[in-house]
């Protein structure tokens, strides 16, 4: 592990875990749900995929349907499409390790309520007393509400945090609000990642297996 991960985990409070492509690979449930969004609106799968990485679902229906769409009804769609499709859903490495650490620890997703409990369900993981969901907040990634509500709940600073993630929204979030980031080449091509302070594997890099 590298010294400034090193100092930044010793002189951290706590650590906030993003969910999706950090603790969690389900990137076939997010893919089948989101591919069927793409082909209901003729529109270009990858680029739909690419988009909705770190985002709650309801905001990028809103971003991506076509003008007219019924906006609930889409995002109602996906949300069911991704809560009810848990298939190939498993630990990152190091994730159980990562949530076991001798820090205070929440999980800080994009997901909704349903979507998060079917997902940390799924894998197997604990799930720890503080998670913050899409449901809980007013502004998704990449503004740091949801970051700073985290560390709130946890009765800590912001700034004594550090920050697991694999999207660039949820990195820029994470800066923003003020914590040590840690990014993953688990989902996004390393040039996306730079704005983090520092670039790893996986949680495995940090934690161990």
């Known amino acids: 592990m590298s010294d400034p991960i090193q100092a930044a985990l010793q002189r951290a ?10 603790l969690i690979d389900s990137h076939g449930s997010t893919n089948r749900a989101w591919s069927a969004f ?7 799968r990858e680029e739909v995929l690419g988009h909705v990485q770190g985002k709650p ?10 003008a007219g769409s019924d906006l609930e009804l889409e995002a109602k769609l996906v949300e069911e499409a991704e809560v009810n499709d848990t298939e190939g859903i498993v630990p990152h ?7 076991a650490a001798d820090k205070k620890v929440a999980i800080v997703t994009s997901c909704s309520d349903d979507l998060a409990r079917a997902r940390i369900g799924a894998s197997g993981l ?11 907040i007013t502004n998704g990634k990449p503004d740091p509400e949801a970051f700073r509500l985290g560390a709130e ?11 697991f993630e694999d999207a660039p929204a949820g ?8 914590a040590f980031v840690v990014a993953l080449r688990t989902t996004h091509p390393e040039e996306t990642l730079r704005e983090a ?13």
Request: net charge negative.
């Open 57 to 66: 679902s309801s905001e990028s229906t809103r971003e991506l349907s076509p």
């Open 38 to 44: 793409a082909d209901r609106h003729g529109l270009d």
């Open 126 to 136: 604990p799930r720890p007393a503080v998670v913050i969901t899409a449901d809980r």
């Open 13 to 22: 409070q706590a650590y906030l875990f993003d969910l999706d492509g950090t």
């Open 153 to 163: 709940e946890l009765g800590v600073a912001p700034e004594d945090c550090v920050v």
């Open 197 to 209: 302070d520092v670039i790893v594997d996986d949680l495995a890099a940090v934690f161990g297996p």
């Open 93 to 99: 490495p190091g994730a159980a390790a990562g949530l």
């Open 171 to 178: 990195i820029r979030a994470g800066k923003a609000a003020g």
